[in-house]
């Protein structure tokens, strides 16, 4: 039997400068002087409950049981103030932005596995199934706006009032997700060639259901004198005493409810062979019938039934193959090489056609309902050199070929941001990786304990649109959205019984982080994130054996992120 109790609480603080340049079509790049500028402030606190329980039973070493309830709850509270200028309109606001989100998941498994002998032949039966359940809560999110007077050369004139164009909005959601799921598997000691060769053949199923209610109300202010006391005040005159000059009206679609359904049914067989000492194949096919089905709740017309009920599915079939080689050129070094066929969904978020306001930027999002699965393709080849059981270095090289690739693009908007996702046609993905660990003992003794670590990956690819996409996007045969060409990740760690203390460095290349559009005679290019380097560190004190300290320094040399 094993407990476990984990309470965690973050408090962070960031500024972020945002500069919008507009794009000069003639020479191919964007103008050196900023259109839109401002600063936003960024406050969170996160607090993280996580409780474990484990129960395992053993019977003569045939039969094994284990159950396992895992709960967590997360809460971030969020303050964003966006001081600058933004939008369509080119005024000069402060934007408020009072979030509160708690998640919670609640999950039970039971497992176990079943050796018994048939045929002459070892077995091991395993099993498996879950129940889970997943809630998402942002009760009460507030938005609301000062405008600030600019003369026009420039300078601000008197104290920012409330903004009754930029109406203060209140948001609330909920999520709720059902997932049950179970598997049955069966491996055969076959010895063909050699011990070592199995077979194995099993079934998997899960059902995810989902019920997302999504409100927006709108609290519209009349004309009247400027106002320009805090919020609360303001509210506190004119709300509680009722002075009619505020007015709360319903502001949701019946598209920002739905209700969803997946389900996912897969069948396979898996085989590993060793025709020689140094090989090992292991090769199968998991044949896999999938069904997503969004059910949105859309205005019908009708005055009897004013709410109609539509679904949008996604389904498909496939058998997806899998071929891994292992050859062992001696104990201390191997090759490998590998191929398999895997898929994406889309999210569900993404799959509804329901607009929500951006977590983080302000802006909107749109689902897609036209979107369709993605199909990959991925081939590797890897050689692999071990200086002991906790030592080595690996270099590679990959190609994936992604069919209909996912992409989060930009959308043509009269007001606020609006983003969204779309299908490519198809995508390339190749490149090499090289990652390693060594003990510094090797240059001196003093340096026993100490150990130097790292990875790197080159990951260049090839983007192309679909022929109507053409003229709806600035760019084609980039980059994939999202995907960096360079990731350098490097780590100075001393270990002992004791403690353990780990320096890392992370480095990121620049990426796209949404798809540029065409907006009549404006292009809008391609929408660039550079992740900031990071330099963490982490102590580990062993105070006994069932106490630990740990102290997390994240972020240490507090660099930028630009986008």
Known sequence: MFVNYNYDQDYRYREENYFAYAYNKEEDKLYTVPEQHGIIYRTTENYAHTGMFNLSYNYADLLHLKYTKLYTLHSESETRITDGIANSDDDWKIRYSLNWDERSMDIDQLSGDFKYRFLNYDNTLMFGTEWAKAKLNQPGNYKYAYLRDIRFDGVVQGEPYLDRFSPNVFLNLTSDDDLNALYIKNKTDISIFSKKDTFEIGMSHSKKSRKSRYNKFQIDQDQGEKLTENIDTIYDNNVRNNTDLFSVNIAFRPAYWYDAEVIENAVYLQCLLNPVDALEVNFGLRSVDFSQTLYEYTNNEDVLQPIEIKPNTLDFKKTLPNLSLKYTLNPKSQFDMAY????????????????????????????????????????????????????????????????????????????????????????????????????????????????????????????????????????????????????????????????????????????????GIIDGNDEFPDYYEVPPILLDAVWIENVSDNLKAKLKLKNILDRETIW
């Open 340 to 515: 398999s066929q895997t898929y994406i969904v889309p999210d569900l978020r993404e799959f509804a056609g329901a607009e929500f306001f951006h977590p983080y930027d302000v802006a909107t999002v749109k689902g897609n309902p036209d979107l369709v699965n993605t199909l990959i393709d991925t081939f590797d080849l890897k050689y692999s050199y071990f200086f002991s059981d906790t030592e080595g270095m690996k270099a590679g090289a990959f190609y994936k070929k992604l069919n209909k690739p996912i992409e989060d693009v930009m959308l043509r908007s009269s007001s606020l941001p609006r983003y969204g996702f779309d299908n490519a046609k198809e995508a390339t993905i190749y490149g090499f990786e090289f990652d390693g660990r060594k003990e510094l003992s090797f240059i001196s003794d003093y340096l026993n304990g100490y150990f130097l670590s790292g990875n790197f990956t080159y990951a260049n690819s090839d983007v192309t649109l679909r022929k109507e996409q053409e003229a709806l996007y600035t760019t084609n045969h980039r980059q994939l959205q999202g995907l960096s060409k360079t990731i350098l990740n490097l780590a100075f760690s001393y270990e002992s019984d004791e403690r353990s203390i780990t320096l890392s460095y992370n480095k990121m290349g620049e990426r796209i982080r949404r798809v």
